[in-house]
């Protein structure tokens, strides 16, 4: 069965650190473009971050960017988001999600969208609170 599961979620105050991990069963992770995602109650998801197959190429939303840095570890078949210097606006359920992307026209890209991924971890609650 293929899964991502999701976890490293807590409450932390404001300015605080977290890493959220999500680790891959049934499959290897080694041609599967990531993304990182995050819904607020009463939001529309959104997608906070991604990185490609090669080349470590990356997408962060303006919101994030400079504060969260995504990564992966093939060999330990398992992608991280560092979030550093956390919000209370960054409070919400982070989803990771994947799809394949071998084709040498996909490999270095990034998906921004949200409609290019197929696999979804079941999330994990981030709160950023005094």
């Known amino acids: 069965q293929l899964r991502l599961v999701d976890s490293g979620g807590d409450l932390v105050q404001p300015g605080g650190s977290l890493r959220l991990s999500c680790a891959a069963s049934?499959?290897?992770?080694?041609?599967?473009?990531i993304g990182w995602f995050r819904q607020a109650p009463g939001k529309e998801r959104e997608l906070v971050s991604g990185i490609s197959v090669a080349d470590g190429t990356t997408y962060y939303a303006n919101s994030v960017k400079g504060r969260f840095t995504i990564a992966r570890d093939n060999a330990k078949n398992t992608a991280y988001l560092q979030m550093n210097s956390l919000k209370p606006e960054d409070t919400g359920i982070y989803y990771c999600?994947?799809?394949?992307?071998?084709?040498?026209?996909?490999?270095?890209?990034?998906?921004?969208?949200?409609?290019?991924?197929?696999?979804w971890g079941q999330g994990t609650q981030v709160t950023v609170s005094s």
């Open positions: 049934g499959f290897t992770l080694v041609n599967y473009a």
């Open positions: 999600a994947s799809r394949e992307a071998s084709h040498p026209s996909l490999r270095t890209r990034a998906f921004s969208e949200h409609y290019w991924y197929d696999l």
